[in-house]
């Protein structure tokens, strides 16, 4: 079993050697880089926060992972509040209906108000 540190240095290798801006690995493959049987939240916690602090945001997807340079997102176009609220008549002050437009979008169903 590989330290996390040692399989966060392992990933950016990785990163760096196929020169892009993103790039997405299995859950297999975070396991045989690891050298693990199961993968915790933890570690996936841990190597993330390796990798941001040099610039590599690691996030899970729905097919595993994915390594993204964070200067990448530099060049994402800016939005303002005030141009949402032209753009769409959405009632923000009704949080129920900002959660069930989320809903409708991305099928989040884990709303609670109390959190």
Known sequence: MRSIYH?????ASMFIEFGETR??????TLRSVGR???IRDSFVYDIANY????GIEFIEIER?????KATALNGSKSYTYKKFREH?????????????HVNEEFGYEDYDENE
Do not use: F, P
């Open 7 to 11: 399989t966060a240095g392992i990933l």
């Open 23 to 28: 790039m997405r690995i299995s859950k297999k």
């Open 36 to 38: 693990r049987k199961n």
């Open 51 to 54: 990798l941001s602090e040099i």
């Open 64 to 68: 595993g992972y994915c390594l993204v």
């Open 88 to 100: 769409n008549n959405l009632d923000t002050t009704d949080q129920e209906i900002v959660w069930k």
